[in-house]
């Protein structure tokens, strides 16, 4: 496991695996560095939505345009929520944070288009109140061969939900429930605003990169020979 910087981020210090804390915004780029150097590895690397999106904006779509297989999960909690509640690509519109008290003009990302576009072979989305279906779509990601992005929304009750009046961690969690639904319900006839959970894409023909690096490799100790 390989992390950056962020209260997400500390989850390396929680698990009993082999893990790398680097710096901000970077994990991915150590992840394919230890990826490539020893491939049988399953590598996995947790980010917040500043970390993975913002400074580690460029490392991620280059990640999903590589498809190395790598496992990234963006803890999305829409807000810098360690550093001091300061709003992060991911807060989107009229959203309240210490570096925006009149509210965010900016827009967001769509955390699952953007790897979709960027050409991630797995991607999928969840939320902390579907524990169940989360734990199922992490053990799909990280078995799946290819640059696996999984988005889990996540509640910032002290800093998020303070500032935007969304009540307490209980009420954010339970947002989750009624503001989420599976791809493909029903209830998105009546509510098209309601946020889609599931898997998206799951594409098993595009080439692995540390196996067509191995190709690379091979060739060039041909032409030694």
């Known amino acids: 496991m390989t992390s950056g910087i962020g209260c997400s981020s500390r989850i390396s210090g929680y698990v009993d695996f082999h893990s790398l804390h680097t710096i901000h915004g970077r994990a991915l780029s150590f992840a394919t560095g230890v990826k490539l150097s020893r491939p049988s590895l399953k590598a996995i690397v947790p980010m917040g939505d500043g970390d993975s999106l913002a400074i580690g904006g460029n490392h991620f ?7 190395i297989d790598i496992t990234a999960i963006v803890m999305n909690n829409k807000i810098y929520g360690m ?3 300061q709003f992060s690509p991911l807060s989107g ?3 309240k944070a ?13 955390v699952v288009e953007l790897a979709k576009s960027a050409g991630a072979t797995f ?3 969840s939320t902390v ?5 989360t734990k199922e779509i992490l ?9 696996s992005v999984v988005e ?4 910032c009750p002290t800093y998020f939900g303070r500032k935007n009046k969304l009540g307490d961690a209980v009420q954010m969690m339970e947002s989750f429930k009624t503001n989420t639904v599976k791809i493909g319900s029903k209830k998105l006839e009546k509510n098209p605003n309601l946020i889609q959970r599931g898997i998206f894409v799951e594409n098993t023909d595009k080439p692995e990169y540390c196996e067509a690096y191995d190709q690379v490799i091979a060739t060039a100790m041909k032409g030694k020979k």
């Open 61 to 67: 779509i280059h990640a999903c345009r590589r498809n």
């Open 83 to 85: 550093t001091g509640g």
């Open 93 to 95: 519109q009229g959203k």
């Open 98 to 110: 210490t570096t925006a008290p009149y509210a965010t003009i900016d827009s967001d990302f769509d």
């Open 123 to 125: 991607v999928a989305r």
């Open 129 to 133: 109140f579907h524990a169940n279906e």
């Open 139 to 147: 053990k799909k990601a990280i078995n799946h061969k290819g640059f």
């Open 152 to 155: 889990i929304m996540s509640q």
